[in-house]
């Protein structure tokens, strides 16, 4: 999964000492793109521009190291005069290809994307709306005014296998993604994880579910989520009633049958194949 990243280590604590060098990594990310490097990308490599093609006289924000290589954020959209020769800005969701890498770079932009994206959108107060300022001693945006501290958002949501007997429920969405996926939505307040479950089954195919059982997690910077995958089986009836507004293909496929996604980088992909391999109840 895109997390899987050994024998590289992410360090995300949030460091208030961090210095800004030359050789250090940067993150420039607008509008769900990332700016890269457009041969390296041609070759599907992610390669990031590094401070030296900048200069140490911008505003860098840290955000993480990977072993002993730190990653700094450089926000905004910059013009076309100021971005290093060779570079493009390629949308997110471009680098989550099938054969692309190195695995910890393609972590990394997902990591910083969900990052990027809070400190977007944490500029100011949703208390009393004034400016928000960065924190000197931990990840974290305080208010100027009322003092209260905002920390990065992290969404839960469920990724299902639905089993029945030797078939798994697969589907693909209306929109968007246009492979095989697997029942999947977010948690609401005052719901157990478990319920979740059960309402996003009911929500999506219809159908009763039992025997709930956690699989495993993913953080998942892309939508700013942490996926919490679950297996569980039909209770009672099988037969799918679909919504068609969010899906435009749910139905029970057989373990041979099963086609998964291209790419090793998803939650979902894994519950797949380890169904599709017998493997889910290991």
């Not at 956690?214 to 209770?235: F, H, M, R, T």
């Not at 373990?255 to 109840?281: A, C, H, W, Y």
Request: glycine share 8%.
């Amino acid at each position: 999964m895109i997390q899987d990243i050994y024998p590289h280590k992410l360090f995300n604590q949030y460091d208030s000492t961090a210095t800004v060098a030359e050789g250090d990594t940067v993150l420039n990310i607008y509008d769900g793109k990332l700016l890269l490097y457009k041969s390296a990308f041609e070759e599907k490599r992610v390669m990031f521009p590094k401070v030296e093609n900048f200069g140490l006289g911008r505003e860098y924000r840290y955000l993480f190291a990977i072993d002993e290589q730190k990653y700094f954020l450089l926000e905004g959209q910059l013009n076309d005069d100021e971005l290093p020769e060779g570079t493009e800005y390629v949308a997110e969701r471009g680098i989550r290809i099938e054969g692309i890498g190195p695995d910890e770079e393609v972590f990394a932009a997902i990591t910083g994307k969900h990052l990027a994206d809070w400190y977007r959108d944490t500029k100011f107060c949703g208390r009393c709306g004034r400016k928000m300022v960065h924190s000197d001693n931990e990840r974290a945006m305080e208010c100027t005014e009322c003092k209260k501290r905002f920390y990065p958002r992290i969404m839960p949501a469920v990724i299902v296998g639905v089993i029945n007997k030797d078939k798994l429920l697969i589907t693909r969405y209306r929109t968007g993604f246009a492979h095989n996926a697997l029942i999947a939505g977010f948690t609401e307040i005052g719901e157990t994880m478990e319920e979740t479950v059960q309402r996003e089954v009911m929500e999506e195919a219809g159908i009763k579910v039992k025997n709930i059982r956690y699989y495993k997690s993913q953080p998942w910077g892309s939508a700013n989520d942490i996926l919490l995958g679950y297996y569980c089986e039909v209770d009672g009836k099988d037969e799918i009633t679909m919504d068609s507004e969010e899906l435009k293909y749910a139905e029970w496929v057989k373990r041979e049958d099963i086609v998964l996604q291209p790419g090793s980088f998803s939650l979902t992909n894994e519950m797949m194949r380890m169904f599709k391999e017998g493997k889910e109840g290991n």
